[in-house]
């Protein structure tokens, strides 16, 4: 197995610009989560679905993220119009289960975006 | 909501030597307690978690104590290794709610 899959691995984009963070989960895994994490925050969960349902979002920090899971196998996470504070690196995770958090999650190697 | 506190922020322990983190948290609801290692441009890996009705658990040299009451969990690291030295992330969660992370703790390994 491939393991949970991201991309980019690397953006660089101007303030303004729509960012897209894709991730591909663990095959059969049906539990999806996107995290952020910066220097001053730390690891932040950002959003979590369970078969392809958005379960918890309050850790979005604001309307301009969004994400989506339109099939088991594909997650986007979105930034729109993006900032300087928003560079960090995003991790995806899945797990298998019911979507429960306190299941063993597997992370990504996370995409490390850089806002300008 | 839950606050997670972890400590230290850096520690330095001489290869062969034990290594204790510690977290505290602040809701008694929370029931589920992970500790990631993440080296260092790596992804957080799950070394260890233990659960709210257990009170001690062990895999090899890596041990994690709940202390319910004083409602603090700590990582045992025993025997280190350079291969230990990374940033070490607890966690505490309830089935339903958020996922906190605490701030991390740098370990170096010294040979």
């Known amino acids: 197995d491939a393991g949970v899959i991201q991309s980019p691995r690397h953006e660089v984009t101007e303030m303004g610009q729509e960012v897209t963070l894709r991730c591909k989960p663990i095959s059969g895994h049906n539990s999806l989560f996107w995290y952020r994490q910066t220097m001053m925050r730390g690891l932040e969960l950002l959003i979590y679905f369970n078969n392809n349902v958005p379960i918890d979002d309050s850790g979005m920090p604001e309307d301009r993220f969004s994400a989506k899971m339109p099939n088991a196998s594909f997650s986007t996470l979105k930034i729109q119009p993006s900032e300087p504070r928003d560079s960090a690196v995003y991790f995806c995770a899945s797990s298998a289960g019911t979507g429960r958090l306190e299941e063993t999650q597997y992370f990504g190697p996370g995409t490390r975006l850089l806002v300008l | 909501g839950e606050n997670v506190e972890q400590h230290p922020s850096t520690l330095s322990v001489q290869e062969g030597d034990s290594a204790v983190i510690k977290c505290t948290y602040s809701?008694?609801?929370?029931?589920?307690f992970p500790w990631y290692k993440q080296e260092l441009g790596k992804r957080p890996q799950l070394i260890i978690d233990i659960r709210s009705n257990v009170g001690e658990k062990k895999d090899q040299r890596i041990a994690v104590t709940l202390n319910k009451t004083a409602k603090h969990f700590s990582l045992h690291i025993t025997e280190t290794q350079p291969e230990d030295s990374a940033v070490y992330f607890c966690a505490a969660t309830y089935t339903g709610n958020q996922f906190y992370f605490g701030t991390g703790t740098s370990l170096t390994v010294i040979p």
């Open positions: 809701d008694s609801a929370s029931n589920y």
